[in-house]
């Protein structure tokens, strides 16, 4: 038998110019259609890449708008804080604090408020001794007062004023309490168009209209949004773009959420400013498919009517070949374009087409490489030639990054794929790129080399909490107490780990949603060397873009026994000291008053037989001299050991020191002391009687005031203690650091020590105010009591665990 293939029996069966009418006709079909398919591709990538790049630039302006919020918030809770350290306000003298707000630069049409949940007390945007407004019902005044008290700084939902009926918002600090009385707070209320037009004044996206919404999506300075924008915006979602409206009317939205006020920032665009670039490539493609088809048509009847000449088909085959010629040279165009080096090759290794990049990089001139031999043109390599060899004889795909042979010292990455002539070739240059990923590379072990050089606990969060990465000293006490988790906690949630834990497991929530940029607290755990005391620093921060968390375990143990030794060395002292007065106190109470009182009495006897003028005026000045040494011993011995301290506790010891002081110097004095100061230990009351009684003795001797205000408080951090008086004050003495105040304020300064306090003072030519604070853990973490039992599971776990 023949061996003879369907195909070719076929073809032998056609008259000759049929079949070249049809193949050429099939291969100007497939030419027009692959050419109608890669400008179809072109168009639509073409399309949506500018349709990507319109969302992207809303979605930067969306989150410039939102930064603009934050930081238009922060520069105005910077204001406040700096009022907030007013002596004024400390002094609680609102007549000139409120002065000293009206002085005070702010934005057009915006007042401060000072206010309580009871009531506003002072309003700048109130005539001077006007009724005051009211706090606003919505929300309740102490549900803002304690969300105020957890944030610190916070600015309000989009509010309308009872004073003007203008939309506002403000920014509110809190300001603690003072003894006494309720928390109070410092607000800010400005304009809603100024924090609008601030954001509007910094972003600007063509084609983009950015909104600033409140916490309830209430825009600023603008209409209300439609209903289905604002569905869209109540998720939780920090970011993103989506799509609202029906027909003419749809919009396209890109938002992003402050996560510090709380705001979110809108831009708003019509859909059809997105979906144009698609319609206009849609429009293109129809209209060369159809300059295509009619090409077509038109084509295969002229064909058709012209298959018997073979010198027209042989013309047409021309003009084929005259097409593909074209197609191939914008081929090549692309090729030449590109920044890779590309070349293919026959099954003979010879060259059949090669780009100007790989022409450059072999360092040839620019001329016709085609038909030459690749060997003889470039040479060999043993690496290069076997990745050729897979491709051509074996028709197996390589890539991998090989050493250059015309560059020593660099290396390109080398692809080569086969194809049904032999095969095509790209390559490039990667030494820059491999590079800068070693330079990465090299850093993180650096940064990772630092972390395990640290003798504390260290390890890094993500924004969910999910640890990431630890250090050699997390790894080793995981280890060393018995953590069997091979991974030492790593793709582990450490909220979970501090579950069982309620105020660490707080504040580290808190951490997380970003109401507090840091964490601090101190912690016992137990191990099998023993119960050791742990100290965890937890700081929230950005990196790339995404939210970051660095928590610190560090050991604090020979730390705490040094101060708790320390602070019971201090406590002997204190009390020994009080003993050896308490004994002063009553010797010279009970021996050498009865002495002065008794030379007093035989002084009287005398008197009688003294006659002459000048005998008289001796005894009345001794009379005179007895009774003034009378009167200081009795104040010495009652400075020494004030019996009212162990009678009528802290509170009232103040009080009746005062009272005294007062009678003795007219000098007014106000006292404000909370009751439940007669709570705390008796070497702490016994400091603080001693500081109080030290500062009113420098306002007698020093200050030339005409009142004193003494204010003794506790807050949630510890008790303050504040002497404010209206003198000339003592700056020059301050700074030129000449103690005209004898030993006592370093006195003080050495007693707060002995309980972890500080004392500052703050003095003007209108008065100075000592502020002496002592923490809770002076009196009871450090020093006194033991620290708390607690703390995460890693990397401090207890034994028993």
Not at 517 to 541: H, I, K, M
Not at 606 to 635: C, M, N, Y
Not at 699 to 717: K, Y
Not at 756 to 777: C, K, N, Q, W
Request: net charge neutral.
């Amino acid at each position: 038998m023949h061996d003879v293939s369907p195909i070719g029996l076929h073809a032998r069966l056609l008259p000759r110019p049929q079949r070249i009418a049809h193949w050429v006709n099939g291969a100007v079909t497939g030419t027009a259609l692959m050419s109608f398919l890669v400008a179809a591709v072109v168009l639509l990538w073409q399309a949506q890449h500018e349709r990507h790049d319109l969302i992207h630039r809303g979605l930067a302006a969306a989150a410039a708008a939102a930064v603009m919020v934050e930081r238009e918030t922060q520069a105005l809770g910077n204001t406040l804080r700096g009022l907030s350290r007013s002596p004024l306000l400390e002094a609680d003298d609102l007549a000139s604090f409120r002065r000293q707000l009206a002085a005070t630069p702010r934005p057009e049409g915006s007042r401060f408020i000072l206010w309580t949940a009871r009531g506003q007390l002072l309003n700048t945007g109130v005539p001077a001794g006007a009724p005051m407004p009211p706090v606003p019902d919505e929300p309740g005044a102490e549900e803002r007062m304690a969300r105020l008290r957890q944030a610190g700084l916070l600015l309000s939902e989009r509010l309308r004023s009872p004073v003007d009926g203008r939309w506002i918002v403000a920014v509110s600090l809190w300001l603690g309490h003072p003894a006494d009385g309720p928390d109070r707070a410092l607000t800010l209320v400005v304009p809603e168009e100024h924090l609008a037009a601030a954001v509007q004044d910094a972003v600007a996206a063509d084609g983009w209209r950015t909104l600033i919404l409140d916490r309830r999506l209430q825009p600023l300075a603008g209409p209300a949004l439609p209903p289905d924008v604002v569905e869209r915006l109540s998720g939780r979602e920090p970011g993103g773009h989506f799509t609202a409206g029906a027909g003419d009317g749809r919009t396209i939205g890109a938002f992003s959420r402050s996560g510090a006020s709380g705001y979110t920032a809108l831009a708003l665009a019509p859909a059809a400013l997105a979906e144009g670039p698609v319609r206009q490539a849609l429009h293109r493609i129809a209209l060369a498919g159809s300059v295509l088809l009619l090409f077509g048509i038109a084509s295969a009847a002229a064909l058709m009517r012209r298959v018997g000449p073979v010198d027209a088909l042989r013309a047409d085959a021309a003009a084929t070949r005259g097409e593909l010629a074209a197609a191939n040279a914008r081929l090549n165009a692309i090729l030449e374009s590109v920044s890779d080096c590309h070349f293919t090759l026959d099954r003979s290794y010879r060259i059949t087409n090669v780009n100007a990049a790989a022409m450059r990089w072999w360092g040839l001139p620019r001329g016709p490489a085609s038909g030459w031999s690749y060997f003889a043109l470039v040479g060999h390599d043993a690496a290069i030639d076997e990745a050729l060899k897979q491709a051509i004889e074996h028709r197996r795909e390589f890539r991998g990054e090989l050493p250059s042979l015309y560059h020593p010292g660099r290396t390109i990455d080398y692809r080569v794929y086969p194809s049904a002539e032999g095969a095509s070739i790209f390559f490039s240059d990667v030494t820059e790129r491999n590079a800068a990923l070693l330079a990465i590379r090299e850093e993180r072990e650096l940064l990772q080399s630092s972390l395990d050089a640290l003798s504390a606990h260290v390890a890094f969060l993500d924004e969910r909490g999910t640890i990431l990465a630890v250090n050699a000293a997390w790894r080793r006490f995981a280890r060393d107490n018995g953590l069997g988790d091979p991974a030492h906690g790593i793709g582990a949630s450490y909220l979970a780990a501090c579950a069982a834990e309620a105020p660490i497991l707080r504040g580290m929530e808190a951490l997380i949603a970003g109401t507090d940029a840091q964490f601090r607290t101190v912690y016992r755990c137990d191990s099998p060397e023993g119960r050791r005391w742990f100290q965890l620093r937890a700081n929230r921060f950005l990196a790339g873009g995404k939210v970051r968390i660095i928590v610190a375990h560090e050991d604090i143990t020979d730390v705490i026994d040094a101060r708790v030794a320390m602070g019971e060395m201090s406590e002997r002292l204190l009390t020994l000291q009080e003993e050896e007065r308490q004994r002063i106190a009553a010797e010279l109470h009970d021996s050498t008053a009865q002495h002065l009182v008794a030379a007093g009495l035989h002084l009287m006897q005398v008197d009688p037989f003294v006659e002459r003028s000048a005998g008289k005026r001796i005894i009345d000045e001794i009379d005179r001299s007895l009774e003034t040494a009378l009167k200081e011993l009795r104040v010495f011995t009652y400075l020494m050991h004030p019996r009212e301290l162990a009678t009528e506790g802290l509170a009232g010891a103040v009080r009746s020191f005062a009272a005294g002081f007062s009678d003795r110097t007219a000098l007014p004095v106000a006292v404000r002391v909370a009751e439940r100061i007669d709570g705390l230990p008796l070497d702490l009351q016994r400091t603080l009687l001693r500081l109080a009684q030290e500062a009113l003795t420098n306002v007698h001797r020093h200050a030339g005031a005409s009142r004193v205000v003494v204010a003794l408080r506790m807050t949630s951090g510890g008790v303050i203690l504040c002497i404010g008086d209206d003198g000339r004050g003592m700056r020059r003495a301050l700074s030129s650091g000449h103690q005209t105040l004898g030993v006592g304020i370093p006195g003080m300064r050495i007693r707060l020590h002995q309980f972890g306090g500080s004392l500052r003072i703050r003095s003007s030519r209108r008065g100075t105010v000592v502020r002496a604070f002592v923490p809770h853990e002076g009196w009871t973490v450090i020093g006194r009591d033991a620290p708390r039992e607690t703390g995460p599971a890693w990397p401090a776990r207890r034994a028993e665990d």
